[in-house]
């Protein structure tokens, strides 16, 4: 199983950008999926999540900037990134949920990806 994240980059505020996740190895519509970020000297944070069915789950600070997706037939997860803010400066990470078909919301996570780099700076 493998997870690679790319689509990073450095953009000013209020930009764009989209990332991606492709997995292989397994059906990405099998498990869930969470997008993640972890800013230097911070923890670790959840950002959203793409349940089999569908659902989706995002952090209140997304506030609705970002919008996650999945494309099965490429076997990859998207996370759309708008308005984009200094604080949203970080390492982003894709994972895949533990338990084939249980939602993310009540799973842990086994595989993660190496990482995508975000900078938004003016």
């Not at 190895?25 to 230097?40: E, H, K, L, M």
Request: aromatic residues 12%.
């Amino acid at each position: 199983v493998q997870l690679r994240e790319s689509g990073g980059g450095s953009v000013h505020p209020g930009g764009s950008l989209r990332l991606s996740c492709a997995v292989r190895g397994y059906r990405v519509s099998d498990n869930c999926i969470g997008w993640f970020r972890q800013a230097p000297g911070k923890q670790r944070e959840g950002i959203a999540t793409f349940d089999n069915d569908g659902t989706t789950t995002y952090a209140d600070f997304v506030e609705g900037r970002f919008t996650i997706s999945q494309d099965s037939a490429k076997n990859t997860v998207y996370l759309q990134m708008n308005s984009l803010k200094p604080e949203d400066t970080a390492m982003y990470y894709c994972a895949r949920g533990a338990t084939t078909w249980r939602s993310c919301l009540s799973s842990t996570y086994d595989y993660w990806g190496q990482g995508t780099q975000v900078t938004v700076s003016s």
